[in-house]
């Protein structure tokens, strides 16, 4: 990823405007990230996968109805049995970071 000073993005926008087509500009104040310049395809494809997540706790009791009453589409059987339970699995014993 290239990275630019604010200041230097300001004077030569343009320059800095046609790399965001090789890929994302990260733009700094004083050396830290402030910013990043991407363009519109990336930051449409960006969008379309964002999701938000949230404590279990926040769901309304709404929301966890539809939940309860989605279905998953598929040709094999399964029950929640089939999950494995974290503290069965080396998952669980490994740090994370």
Sequence with gaps: MVTVPASEFQKNFG??????????VEITRYGRPTAYLV??????QLWQRFRVSLPVEELSESDVALIMQAKVETDASYTLDDIPDLAETDVASKPQP
């Design 39 to 44: 363009s519109a395809q990336m930051f449409q």
């Design 15 to 24: 320059e800095w405007h046609d790399k965001i087509f090789e890929g994302p």
